[in-house]
Structure formats: structure tokens, C-alpha cells
């Protein structure tokens, strides 16, 4: 019997989750459909309750219902709770699950895909929205030295510390505040590589042989990497692999078994 599996977005045309999700299946055996589901404004809950009712098992969440995915859910994990948004439905009976996989998927690729175990390393997270907050519990999870939150809006960055006070002293500056203190990890998680922007961090940061990270990806080489490699940063990464390993992350909640990533990086990304 094959199971049904969708991603819930508005706009979700453009997405590669099927071909993504389609190999996963084509690599573990498993037989599955995976869809997009274009869900109206206002239509999310609805459309959610009628692919349950159609015998789905799962599904992905992308923008702008990752809040409603979260409110929706009767079992959130830790991970979606703290980042305030699920991006992955699962349906037990009854009940709806509810996880974020972003982080997780983040940290798979920097610590495994880039090589960069970060136990006693110094990260420098670089923004306090809804990319930072979902990263945040797996960060520190990683056991780092230190963690710095930076962000325009200093209370932001103060907001998510607070949060993860009874789990780690992590630290929350505004940019100005950063001095000449260099990062083993810097994590850019604002939105300003997607409009060409860069955010105003020295190249201090940045230690010698640095990895830096943007989660966007698909715009060409941002301002922030090529800042990155100028100021010294011996690695440069952007959001293709947290994309990639989020998926398997989902898929592995799904199903049980993690599929190999490593041919997806081939079917996604643009040929140079």
C-alpha cells in the first residue's frame, strides 16, 4: 500500500520536495507518494484535516504556515516548541506531531557534510528570527565553548537567550558590541543574503580557517561568504546541505530509516 506524504506551503509550486523525497524512497524501498499541497490563506488548519482524512501520514510545512503547523500539533517536540514554528507533521491516530527539523539538519551538514564537529568550538549565531530559533536547541546541543547571538534588535537576540537560559550561558549582543572576539562556526541566519545584504559583523569574527555558513542558498555567492573569504574563513557553506538533510531528518521521523544524502547534493544543486 503506498503512503501519502505532502509539503503545505503558499506559494509551493517551485519546490523540489517531491524529487527529493521520491529518491529517499527509490534508495530505502519504501513505497510512497509525496505532493505539494498549495494551501489558501487562512485554509491551512482545513486543508491539513483533509489530507488526514484522505489517510496521509505525514507532512512538511514550509511558508507561511509554519506557525499554524505548530498550534495545530497536540504533541510538540522541545525543538518546534522553542522555535516557536514545525516545519514536520507527523499523524499518530488522533494525535498530530509536531517537529522542527531545520536545526537538526543544519547541524548534520556543518558537523558531518563540512567536517566541523562543534564540541569546544566558539559559534557566532548571526540573527534572532525564525531560522535562528530553530537552530538555537541543536547548537547547543553540539556541546560548544561558547555561543553568541547578534543581532540588529538587541532584545531579540536577549528574547531568544532567555530561552535557553536554563540550558546554556549564551551570550546576546548587538553587532556593535562584538569587538575583535573570532569564531570557530559563524551561522548567518538573517534573511539579508536574500536581498543581497550583508549584515554588519567586522571581519574580526571570523578565526583563521573559520567555517561560514549562510542557511540561504540558491542566490548566488552571497555578500556574507564573500566577506567570509576575504576576512580569512578557511570554509565556506551555504543552505543547499540544511535543506537537503532536513529532509532526511523528516524522513527518518517518518519512516524509521535515514536515507543517504549524498546524491541529492548532485540532483539539486546547479551544475557550474
Given amino acids: 500500500m503506498t503512503d501519502h506524504y505532502a509539503l503545505f506551503g503558499h506559494p509551493v509550486a517551485h519546490s523540489k520536495s517531491p524529487a527529493v523525497h521520491h529518491a529517499f524512497a527509490a534508495q530505502t524501498g519504501d513505497d510512497l507518494r509525496y505532493e505539494l499541497i498549495d494551501a489558501p490563506p487562512g485554509g491551512f488548519a482545513q486543508a491539513v484535516a483533509a489530507f488526514r482524512a484522505g489517510g496521509g501520514r505525514g507532512a512538511n510545512v514550509t511558508m507561511p504556515f509554519k506557525l499554524e503547523a505548530l498550534a495545530l500539533a497536540t504533541r510538540p517536540s522541545a525543538r518546534a516548541t522553542l522555535a516557536g514554528a514545525a516545519n514536520c507533521l507527523k499523524f499518530d491516530g488522533d494525535a498530530i506531531l509536531a517537529d522542527n527539523m531545520d ?82 562556526l559563524v551561522l548567518n541566519a538573517t534573511s539579508a543574503s536574500m536581498n543581497g545584504e550583508l549584515p554588519p559583523a567586522p571581519d574580526a569574527v571570523f578565526a583563521p580557517g573559520a567555517l561560514a555558513y549562510d542557511v540561504v542558498y540558491g542566490h548566488g555567492p552571497s555578500p556574507f561568504l564573500a566577506q567570509a573569504r576575504r576576512a580569512g574563513a578557511g570554509r565556506l557553506a551555504d543552505g543547499l546541505g540544511m535543506l537537503i538533510e532536513q529532509a532526511a531528518e523528516s524522513y527518518l521521523w517518518w519512516r524509521g530509516t535515514r536515507p543517504g544524502t549524498a546524491p541529492l547534493f548532485t540532483l539539486l544543486r546547479p551544475a557550474t
Fill in 103 to 184: 536545526g537538526v539538519g543544519l547541524l548534520h551538514d556543518i558537523q558531518v557534510n563540512q567536517a566541523t564537529p562543534l564540541a569546544g568550538r566558539r559559534v557566532l549565531l548571526m540573527g534572532a528570527g525564525g531560522a535562528a530559533r530553530g537552530a538555537i536547541l541543536p547548537l547547543i546541543e553540539a556541546g560548544p565553548a561558547a555561543l553568541t547571538i547578534v543581532n540588529r534588535t538587541l532584545s531579540k537576540a536577549q528574547a531568544l537567550r532567555d530561552a535557553c537560559a536554563d540550558r546554556f550561558p549564551v551570550r546576546a549582543v548587538g553587532y556593535g558590541d562584538l569587538g575583535d572576539q573570532a569564531h570557530d
